[in-house]
């Protein structure tokens, strides 16, 4: 990433199975094609919402191989955060791309990945 990029966009209803299967609920956006130019995978960023507040986030770009999904979505998992987000418009930046998306066997090993992204993003953004 040559700079911080910004994509907006309103939070929408995902398959709904971050926070029930995974214990990392996220915030699907629904965007525009400005999309495009963001290469799938797994990101460091920030998450800022209507009123102006920023909160470091764990960006996932991609179809969710995992899942067999089709759709690419862009979600964010909000660290420290439990308030409902469905229906506003955000701004999500991209820091620093972690990792590309992957397809694990099973959903312990996604889960255990994603701790460890979460553990890298606030490294990442600490340094900010
Ligand atoms: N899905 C994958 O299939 N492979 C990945 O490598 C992967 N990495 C992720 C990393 C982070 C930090 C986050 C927040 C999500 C990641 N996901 C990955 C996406 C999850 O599969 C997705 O959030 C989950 O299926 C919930 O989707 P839902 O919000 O539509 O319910």
Redesign the pocket.
Known sequence: LGREYDIEGIVVR??????S??G???A?LSYESDVAVVADG?YAGWLTRADGSRHAA???V??????A?EKR?L???VLDFDEDLYGEQVSISFTERL??????DNVDE?IW??ET??AQ?REVLKRQ
């Open positions: 995902g398959a709904g199975r971050g926070g299967q995974l990392f609920p996220t699907n797994i764990a960006i996932s991609g179809t969710n191989p995992t899942f999904g979505t979600e964010a998992y990792r590309q998306m992957l397809k694990f996604l990945q994603i992204d979460v993003t």
